[in-house]
């Protein structure tokens, strides 16, 4: 099929590359033109595993291009996906603008467009918004009328970072909202290489589907983090409680892993939006709510444990908000640096592929920042960070280390 995406982030880029791996002719858009030609000579702006590698085949193969004008992205395909990014407002709400400007652009290049078209909306939005933002902005920009002169989808994408290309080719399921039977005709037949359930409901359901699962796993990731904190006073192993617990089929032990907490560029905002959206409609997300507030405190806990700090070196392993990123956006990594400035320590960070954090130099390899340290505080679980040649105090906030006759765990 003839395919286009409008924005070349991670959600955008991983899909577009992916559908041209399963033969799908791709046309990917972005405002930025150093990316898309970044992205046109096989240099993906991201660091993803396994993406260098499919962008490179894409393009030999001759089915996948990038470009910045829209117009011939639109002209050339039936389908387009809007997956460009829906950042934080400062009170925490979304902010839609991309999402507008996308749409807008979007129904000004229909306008000219003979043949039925399918519109599907990727990008994480609060319910509502496919009808009442992109649908509206759509059919304004191009005269055309929604379910009739074009289809509209919300088709919410589940990929985590340093695994996207894995989990975009053996999804759990396929989640398809739909105004209208031929849109999401049309997106079936996308997606027959898939052999998961294919779930299809009415546009907000999808959105709401979203947002339902990442909260949930954050809520899991907060409730083994109140339980760690618990069973660290009566000596009790987490990890172990939790290997129990998850036994349970009903229960799965995913997303039970203790420790310094959830970021990232979707859990934080995420969590937020579903409960400022909820509270909005006069709901109450007492559950949400709380599991923000306990990833919020984490990051402090970890700084008492390492005691009075001031003026001593400290060696911060990982900055990254997980293993295998090199992320630092909403990353606790971040905030335990800037609680340990404010409690006067030196700093000496290292993690093997996060980008620097603003006013932080990395160093360049783990030795060097464990020269001189008095203490050291691990903070991502980077596989490198299971055995550290150190002989002083190592707190460890990913359960990571594997000899811990010698660390302290933040929960054991
Ligand atoms: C997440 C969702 O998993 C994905 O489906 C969604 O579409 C995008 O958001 P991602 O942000 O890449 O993906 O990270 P994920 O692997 O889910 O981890 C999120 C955060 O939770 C990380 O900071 C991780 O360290 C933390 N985490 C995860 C825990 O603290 N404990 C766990 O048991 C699991």
Avoid at 247 to 275: Q, V
Wanted: with cysteine; charged share 25%.
């Amino acid at each position: 099929m003839k395919v286009s995406v409008i924005g070349t982030g991670y959600v955008g880029l991983i899909s577009g590359v992916g559908y041209a791996s399963q033969g799908h002719d791709v046309i990917c858009v972005d405002v930025l033109e150093e990316k898309v030609a970044k992205i046109n000579a096989g240099e993906p702006p991201i660091h993803e595993a396994g993406l260098p590698e499919r962008l490179r085949q894409v393009l030999d193969k001759g089915n996948f291009k990038a470009t910045t004008d829209i117009t011939d992205a639109i002209e050339n395909s039936d389908i387009c996906f809007i997956s460009v990014g829906t950042p934080s407002a400062a009170d925490g709400s979304i902010d839609l603008k991309y999402i507008e400007q996308a749409s807008k652009d979007l129904g000004t290049a229909l306008k000219n467009k003979d043949s039925y078209f399918t519109i599907v909306v990727k990008s994480t939005v609060t319910p509502g918004t496919t009808e009442g933002t992109v649908i509206k902005n759509v059919e304004a920009a191009s005269g055309k009328k929604a379910g009739q002169d074009f289809g509209v989808c919300m088709n919410p994408e589940f990929l985590r970072e340093g695994k996207a290309i894995e989990d975009f080719d053996n999804p759990d399921r396929i989640v398809i909202g739909r105004l209208d039977e031929k849109s999401s005709e049309a997106l079936k037949a996308l997606n027959k290489a898939f052999t998961c359930p294919v779930l299809e409901t009415p546009l907000s359901t999808a959105e709401m589907i979203k947002y339902v699962s990442n909260a949930f796993l954050a809520v899991k990731i907060s409730y083994a983090n109140e339980v760690a904190e618990f069973c660290k006073k009566i000596g009790a192993d987490p990890y172990e409680v939790f290997k129990g617990v998850g036994m349970d089929k009903r229960i799965n032990p995913a997303f039970f892993n203790s420790g310094l907490g959830w970021g990232g560029s979707c859990f934080p905002k995420d969590t937020k939006e579903f409960a400022a959206a909820a509270k909005r409609e006069g709901a109450n997300p007492r559950i949400v709510d709380a599991a923000i507030e306990t990833n919020k405190i984490l990051p402090s806990k970890i700084v008492e444990l390492a005691g009075d700090v001031s003026g001593k070196t400290v060696a911060v392993l990982g900055l990254a908000f997980k293993a295998g990123t090199d992320d630092v956006r909403e990353s606790q990594a971040v905030e335990v640096i800037k609680l340990l400035n404010e409690k006067g320590a030196k700093i000496q960070a290292y993690d093997p592929e996060a980008s620097e954090v603003e006013g932080l130099e990395r160093e360049e390899t783990m030795e060097k920042a464990l020269e001189g340290a008095e203490i050291c505080l691990v903070l991502t679980e980077w596989p490198e960070f299971e055995n550290i040649p150190f002989s002083g105090k190592i707190i460890d906030g990913r359960n990571i280390v594997e000899n811990r006759e010698n660390y302290e765990g933040l929960f054991w």
